[in-house]
């Protein structure tokens, strides 16, 4: 009884502390898991595999976490299920339809880089590439839409109306890819602008109906999964198999600084267009 009143008075309190409460719980899961695996791992010199396993650990304590969260803070009988996973036909139709419209638009931004001569096309061999490719978007996909989607997106509009819950939990996807080193935050920080327009428009995909005459809001995460999924396996193949290489005839901030195309004009301007659209679609519904 104690347990349960406590976590409901967590829930009356703003949604920054609660934030911040959850990250506080989940470090207190992982830090002993993650001490144990990280001294074997360093008895034993298998510093990879002990990287890939503490991080499964981590995922797994985010997981029971986010279950508990859900269940005791907020008094979900389903809490995944009001994080968007929406198991069913239409769930996996949606996840399927934007897996192939995320890879259609990598496709397209590097199709404008050749056709006006800003890159150079290389053809290789691509099926063991695509099919890692596959197994690495989906994974990412699920990982991330989970956390910034699902439970932090669900926590956001505990607070906040849609439309700030949706530029809020792109602000902190954005600013979330940017817990490394300072160095590397410098190098990287050309991504910031298209990493908060990815955000918001995965937020966003949360909310949109593809099928009208529904007599509730539609919030499933088959959208925002496929489609996150879609731009990673697009990229992957493009850049593990260098099948497209800037030709150096425009500045390096037109295609993709170091290579990116979220610190691009072209790709924060074809995000920028996609973001208008969703948030159209959104007012429209």
């Not at 932090?152 to 109306?161: F, G, K, Q, T």
């Amino acid at each position: 009884m104690q347990l349960l009143a406590l976590c409901r008075r967590v829930a009356t309190v703003g949604v920054v502390w609660r934030i911040l409460i959850f990250f506080g719980v989940l470090a207190a899961l992982w830090a002993p898991l993650a001490l144990v695996v990280y001294s074997v791992g360093h008895r034993l010199a298998q510093s990879s595999v002990v990287s890939t396993i503490a991080l499964i650990g981590l995922y797994g304590c985010f997981l029971a976490n986010a279950w508990f969260w859900g269940h005791w803070v907020h008094g979900c009988q389903r809490p995944f299920l009001s994080y968007g996973l929406v198991w069913g036909r239409r769930f996996w139709l949606d996840a399927l339809v934007a897996l192939g419209c995320g890879a259609a638009l990598v496709g397209l931004l590097f199709g404008i880089e050749v056709l006006f001569g800003w890159a150079t096309w290389h053809p290789r061999p691509l099926m063991g590439i695509a099919l890692e490719g596959l197994a690495v978007g989906l994974g990412i996909g699920i990982a991330e839409e989970l956390l910034f989607r699902g439970w932090l997106l669900a926590e956001l509009r505990h607070s906040l109306p849609r439309r700030s819950a949706i530029i809020w939990s792109g602000v902190i996807f954005a600013i979330a890819h940017f817990i490394k080193p300072f160095a590397e935050i410098l190098r990287t920080s050309p991504q910031f602008l298209g990493l908060l327009l990815l955000g918001m428009i995965l937020a966003s995909g949360r909310y949109i109906r593809r099928v009208h005459g529904l007599n509730r809001p539609w919030t499933s995460l088959g959208l925002p999964i496929g489609f996150h999924a879609g731009l990673v396996w697009g990229y992957y193949i493009v850049d593990v198999a260098d099948l497209v290489v800037p030709s150096g005839s425009v500045p390096e901030w037109v295609t993709g600084i170091h290579g990116n195309p979220l610190s691009g004009a072209l790709g924060v301007t074809i995000l920028g267009a996609l973001l208008g659209f969703v948030g159209l679609k959104l007012r429209s519904e």
